[in-house]
């Protein structure tokens, strides 16, 4: 004869439980359904767990409670982030909720947490209880809770749950706006964010103190936007970037810069962007078609020859497959006294280096 299917036959905890009821008494399904076939189970010290056997209806019966079974949850106050439910945490000594599912918690002395096969927390209450983890290292760890009884039994145990530790802050670097110096008044957000728990991180910028706006990020973690899409105002800015990860670790940096009016970016509402200091010049035409600038130079003696050299870092943009004959770099010398081109220093393609003089 066997029983209807789902009753547990294999163990059955003791001790006068609303489940457990004196009197009751489970009876097969079918033709076999009498009362000589009535399951019996002898009276037995709390917590001990009996094989049922087929005996005289004359015994106390009891009806069959259904399998002990617990859940495990990683606690949303434990879950930070943006989402309180991806199972991401900066929490290393993370709490969790193991539950009770179905059966009787009669029998249960303890529930024991495991990260990785490795005991790291227990609790010793039966019913729904939260267990604190000792710290666990960055990285994903499998948890599991189990039921033990009072002899060290484990008399269930929850289904396996992936949670990733990451306590470590994302990364940031900032190209661009560059700090000191003076820019286009198209000056842009450029640079890169990773983090090291996997993903890529949110990232926010705000300029002059204003309101938070979200920055475009690809697969890869880089990011190239316009500070501002109808220019930049004349004279000094600041930009706060935050890059917040899925743990809700943080970086943030704060540039100041400024923008000036001795550029020239020809084609209005192009990507192209330029900066400067003393010594140094950055031009990135992109789709402009043409940056400009123009930098003072003191030559001093009025009489005699001059030698002006400098450096070149050409950088072709692999991006534009618009097709052009030619990129051209090109030097000018411009006397400001006179207002008027006294000499054509060089046009030449992209070099390393060159050196032009000149003299009256």
Known sequence: MEPNIGENLLAVPLGGTQELEIGSQWIPSGAESDSSNLLNFPEADEGAFLSPKFREPSLPQYRL?????????????????????????????????????????????????????????????????????????????????????????????????????????????????????????????????????????????????????????????????????????????????QVVDKAGNQTSQSVNFSVTENFLIRKQGSSGWAAETADSIILSERDSLLTETAILIQLGPTSGSRTLEFELDARFDTTDKTSLTEDRFQVWLVDMARDLETRFLKETGFLKSSSFSCGE
Do not use: C, M
């Open 65 to 241: 409670p259904p399998l002990l079974s617990i859940g495990l949850d990683l606690l949303p106050s434990s879950d930070s982030g943006a989402s309180n439910t991806d199972n991401i945490t900066n929490d290393s000594t993370p709490t969790f909720a193991a539950e009770l599912l179905t059966g009787s918690p009669v029998g249960v002395a303890k529930v024991q947490l495991y990260a990785n096969g490795q005991f790291v927390g227990e609790t010793t209450r039966r019913n729904s209880t939260q267990i604190t983890s000792i710290p666990l290292t960055d990285g994903p760890h499998v948890l599991q809770a189990r039921a033990l009884n009072v002899a060290g039994s484990v008399l269930a145990s929850s289904a396996p749950l992936t949670v990733t530790i990451d306590t470590a802050a994302p990364s940031l670097s900032l190209t661009a706006p560059i700090a000191g110096w003076a820019h286009s008044p198209t000056a842009r957000l450029i640079g890169s964010a990773s983090d090291t728990g996997g993903g890529v991180p949110n990232i926010k910028y705000s300029l002059d103190g204003g309101s938070s706006s979200p920055v475009p990020v690809s697969a890869a973690g880089q990011f190239d936007a316009a500070i501002a899409a109808n220019g930049l105002a004349l004279g000094s800015h600041n930009v706060g970037v």
